[in-house]
T-cell receptor, first 112, second 116 residues
Framework: GENVEQHPSTLSVQEGDSAVIKCTYS??????FPWYKQELGKRPQLIID?????GEKKDQRIAVTLNKTAKHFSLHITETQPEDSAVYFC???????????FGTGTKLQVIP | GAVVSQHPSWVICKSGTSVKIECRSL??????MFWYRQFPKQSLMLMAT?????????EQGVEKDKFLINHASLTLSTLTVTSAHPEDSSFYIC????????????FGNGTRLTVT
């Protein structure tokens, strides 16, 4: 089955700096890669996603890159703000949207 | 707004009792819903895939007799934790794909279960 590794597990950055979170996956059949932000005790919220036919996608301060050959994808947050502090999960989806595998999560702390 | 509604948001029960958690898709039909369990500071662990009109598919290590899943309609899936024990205390979240195959995966708000 699919295996998704996520690094780092914790990340502290100064406000205004950039943050990068990386995920690798094992199943070459995975074709959809969403990123979720989860605040304590709340549901995960989709912040950006990318499909296997695209190499990069950007939405304001958030961007995601995908390297299919190397089987890794990354989340980039620029100009970080304190409200960006949360746990971020990557996921890999395959099997016609039937199988969702989440990464282990990254706790991001933005220091004012 | 929320497209997947999950109830209750929190529940406290005594050891040995059963608890039912509901997950509803609000404006779309979900033939498949997913149930996750999340321990503090950990990722979402897929427990089972709920299929409308058929038996759920459980992940390895998840007891199907302990965690009963019923997907009786296209908009409702339920998870019943039977004979709950303190170690079942956790955050349970359901999710479902939206209307079309390319739509995002929507999550319920989650249910915080505490077994005393």
């Amino acid at each position: 089955g699919e295996n998704v590794e996520q690094h780092p597990s914790t990340l502290s950055v100064q406000e205004g700096d950039s943050a990068v979170i990386k995920c690798t996956y094992s199943d070459s059949a995975s074709n959809y890669f969403p990123w979720y932000k989860q605040e304590l005790g709340k549901r995960p919220q989709l912040i950006i996603d990318i499909r296997s036919n695209v190499g990069e996608k950007k939405d304001q301060r958030i961007a995601v890159t995908l390297n299919k050959t190397a089987k890794h994808f990354s989340l980039h947050i620029t100009e970080t703000q304190p409200e960006d502090s949360a746990v971020y999960f990557c996921a890999a989806i395959s099997g016609g949207y039937q199988k969702v595998t989440f990464g282990t999560g990254t706790k991001l702390q933005v220091i004012p | 707004g929320a497209v997947v509604s999950q109830h209750p948001s929190w529940v406290i029960c005594k050891s040995g009792t059963s608890v039912k958690i509901e997950c509803r898709s609000l404006d779309f039909q979900a033939t498949t819903m997913f149930w996750y369990r999340q321990f503090p500071k950990q990722s979402l662990m897929l427990m089972a895939t709920s299929n409308e009109g058929s038996k759920a598919t459980y992940e390895q290590g998840v007891e199907k007799d302990k965690f009963l899943i019923n997907h009786a309609s296209l908009t409702l899936s339920t998870l019943t934790v039977t004979s709950a024990h303190p170690e079942d205390s956790s955050f349970y979240i359901c999710s479902a794909w939206g209307r079309q195959g390319n739509s995002p995966l929507h999550f319920g708000n989650g249910t915080r279960l505490t077994v005393t």
